[in-house]
């Protein structure tokens, strides 16, 4: 497509309940980052996918988060047992793919609003 | 770890002024550095990138330099209107890092 896009661009749910966070990046992208922001704060990393190399998952805040992706496709970033503290909303950018010292620059998706009540 | 500072973090201004936002990086091996601007409840739109080779962007009433060896970006909003008035994010692309600063945000008035 011709931007990042991700689904749903909101979502309530239950304190406990899982939810899963749809990105689809542009074609032909390798790189991936999912960001969390909290109101009023800014972009937290959670990971990174690049091609087929194992993601950097050093952003994840508990083991409660995971996501995946398959070589260049859709990412899903999943939440169990959600809690309050992870309303904010969750950003999606991609890249292609580094190579040398330039790269091409990130783009954005809209966003997820993510709620737990 | 390459940590990135955006000054100042709140800007107000009236319409029409000239203004510069800060942005400085601790490490200096970088591939890039890319301004964005956000909208309240919005994502993220990129205004400008410039490689680690180059010095400046431009486009339209926006300017951009980039200071790899002191680490130092600056971003330069001419003719301000209140459609400007948004969060102003600096980013800073290194080998599988993007590192965000805090923002400026932007008031312009009429």
């Known amino acids: 497509g011709a931007g990042v896009s991700q689904s749903p661009s909101n979502k309530v749910t239950e304190k406990g309940k899982d939810v899963e966070l749809r990105c689809d990046p542009i074609s032909g992208h390798t790189a991936l980052y999912w960001y969390r922001q909290r109101l009023g704060q800014g972009l937290e990393f959670l990971i990174y996918?690049?091609?087929?190399?194992?993601?950097?998952k050093s952003g994840l805040p508990s083991d409660r988060f995971s996501a995946e992706r398959t070589g260049e496709s859709v990412s899903t970033l999943t939440i169990q047992r959600t809690q309050q503290e992870d309303s904010a909303v969750y950003l999606c950018?991609?890249?292609?793919?580094?190579?040398?010292?330039?790269?091409?620059?990130?783009?954005f998706g809209s966003g997820t609003r993510l709620t737990v009540v | 770890k390459q940590e990135v500072t955006q000054i100042p973090a709140a800007l107000s201004v009236p319409e029409g002024e000239n203004l510069v936002l800060n942005c400085s990086f601790t490490d200096s091996a970088i591939y890039n550095l890319q301004w964005f601007r956000q909208d309240p409840g919005k994502g993220l739109t990129s205004l400008l990138l410039i490689q680690s080779s180059q010095r400046e962007q431009t486009s339209g009433r926006l300017n951009a330099s980039l200071d790899k060896s002191s680490g130092r970006s600056t971003l330069y909003i001419a003719a301000s209107q209140p459609g400007d008035s948004a969060t102003y994010l600096c980013a800073v692309s290194g080998y599988s890092t993007l590192t965000f600063g805090k923002g400026t945000m932007l008031l312009v008035s009429p």
């Open positions: 996918f690049q091609g087929n190399s194992a993601p950097d």
């Open positions: 950018a991609s890249s292609l793919e580094i190579s040398g010292t330039d790269n091409y620059g990130y783009t």
